[in-house]
Each structure stands twice: as structure tokens, then as C-alpha cells.
């Protein structure tokens, strides 16, 4: 039980600069200037193993990006690096740059929950918190202080609403989180994540386990959510994307190939490894 809870406060290295200062001050820039997440020339290996190569983009706020491509080619690994998941990985070399209003996430002084505060996690399957459908809503309120059982109840209701759920669990408040379907509980983590009011949400292959309803209500809610928060989401469905994206972007084999507007990468793709990917030449 303990080492569970260690994981759920995980999600609320030595650099290796290979980088010129010109544009590190450039994507921290951005960073500040647009509220955006900014990746500056990340490098990430595991035992010596290449898995990210000199990965650069701007991912903007208040959109949602969809990072896709075949499977192994490294897209969980990047958005899991965004919030700093992956720095107990055994054997894990990370280089380059994160930064998020400025502040970069391997910075010598970086608060780490802090951080990861301004970065909510959706995984692929629902990882409800073993107590009542209140309590997880609460749990992340009362770790960073709020302790007012009234405040307590307006957050939680909130974001209940927030993530469409309110009046399908109003009335069993007390009940534990685990009699809930799969479809809600993928919904109650996303209202447990925006209770600590991040920045963006990340959403690694949200709607994978779900029913086609319930994929559509998650979707939906994404585009509900993307006026007040950046949404970063992994997606093998390329008709997902093709719903929701506003910006794409297409990883192969650890490197970026393409990125841009929705409508630019589906309709106008420039590199050939692009069109054969949406063409269905892989997968």
C-alpha cells in the first residue's frame, strides 16, 4: 500500500547539453511568453538504448496535441518525460531541455512536485485511489494544504462537473471509487487531476480502454477543456486524432518526422514517412 501511494504522489540526471545557448534562451522564451511546454534537443536513452533523438516542439496552450506514430517508436516515453516520470527508470540517461513557463524541468534547483503540479496525468487504464469517490478528488487538495471541508466540497463538486460525472455520482459521494465503471473511473482521475489546477493535461492513450460511448465522452470533454488547459494526448487512433487535433505531432523511431497544424498534417503531409504512416503503409 505504501509503495501505491508513493506512485500517486509521484504524479502531483544530469543534463548533457549538446545545445547552444541561443536556443535554449530561445525555447525557455517561448516558454514564458506563450505559457507553453518547450523541448529544446531532448535525448533520452535507457542501458545505452536510443529512445528520443534531439527532440524539439513547441507544444501550445490551450489546444490539444496529439503525438502519434507506430508503436515503440517512443511517444509514452516523451509525454511521460514531461512531467518527470520516468527518472527512476533504471539505467536512464536524459539530456536537453523541458521548460514550462519558463522554468525548466531539469533545472539544478527545480522543485519537483511543484513541477508536476502544473502537469496532470492521464493514464491508459483508470488508477482510482482506494478510497470513496470524495476522498480522490480531495486527496491532492489536502497534500499541497487545503484542509477546509467546505472548500474541500466546492473543489470536489467542481471538478466533478468539470469532468462530466457530478450527477452520475452526487448521491454516493462516500461510496469507494472501485464500484464505479471503467468509463467513470477514467473520468474521476481526470477530475482528481484538474483539483490540483495544473496547466496541461496529459493524457496517455485516455480512451484505449474504454467504450466507443465512453471514448466519446472523454473526447469530448478534452475539447470542452482545451479553452482553460493545454492537452497533450498519445493516440494510436488516427481517427482520434483526426476528431480532437489541433496540433500533431508524428514521432518514428525516437525522432520527430512532421509536425504542424491539424489540418496542415493531415491534409498537406510533406515527408514521405508522414504520408505512408496516415496512408496505413505501417502501423
Not at 79 to 104: C, F, P, Q, S
Not at 201 to 207: K, P, Q, R, V, W
Not at 219 to 233: P, S
Amino acid at each position: 500500500m505504501a509503495s501505491f501511494f508513493s506512485f500517486i504522489n509521484n504524479i502531483f540526471c544530469t543534463n548533457s547539453v549538446i545545445d547552444t545557448s541561443e536556443e535554449i534562451e530561445t525555447a525557455r522564451s517561448d516558454s514564458l511568453k506563450n505559457h507553453s511546454i518547450s523541448v529544446c534537443n531532448l535525448n533520452l536513452s535507457i542501458n545505452d538504448n536510443k529512445i528520443l533523438k534531439n527532440i524539439s516542439v513547441n507544444i501550445p496552450n490551450k489546444k490539444i496535441t496529439c503525438i502519434i506514430g507506430p508503436s515503440g517508436c517512443g511517444k509514452s516515453t516523451l509525454l511521460k518525460t514531461l512531467n518527470r516520470l520516468n527518472d527512476d527508470v533504471y539505467g536512464i540517461k536524459i539530456g536537453g531541455h523541458i521548460y514550462i513557463d519558463g522554468e525548466d524541468l531539469f533545472g539544478k534547483n527545480v522543485e519537483i512536485t511543484h513541477i508536476r503540479k502544473k502537469i496532470g496525468l492521464i493514464a491508459q487504464r483508470p488508477t482510482p485511489l482506494p478510497m470513496s469517490i470524495f476522498d480522490n478528488i480531495a486527496y491532492g487538495c489536502k497534500i499541497n494544504g487545503i484542509r477546509k471541508k467546505s472548500e474541500l466540497k466546492k473543489i470536489v463538486e467542481y471538478n466533478l462537473r468539470s469532468a462530466g460525472i457530478w450527477e452520475e455520482v452526487k448521491n454516493r459521494l462516500d461510496d469507494p471509487a472501485s464500484v464505479l465503471s471503467v468509463g467513470q473511473q477514467q473520468r474521476l482521475c481526470l477530475a482528481r487531476g484538474l483539483a490540483v489546477n495544473p496547466k496541461f493535461i496529459l493524457g496517455d492513450e485516455a480512451t484505449s480502454s474504454l467504450d466507443p460511448v465512453s471514448s466519446r465522452l472523454i473526447e469530448n470533454l478534452f475539447i470542452k477543456l482545451k479553452q482553460k488547459y493545454g492537452i497533450v494526448l498519445v493516440t494510436h487512433t488516427l481517427r482520434q486524432a483526426l476528431r480532437i487535433a489541433d496540433f500533431v505531432v508524428f514521432i518514428y523511431m525516437g525522432e520527430i518526422i512532421e509536425m504542424g497544424s491539424a489540418n496542415e498534417m493531415f491534409e498537406h503531409p510533406k515527408e514521405k514517412l508522414t504520408k505512408e504512416y496516415l496512408s496505413g503503409v505501417f502501423s
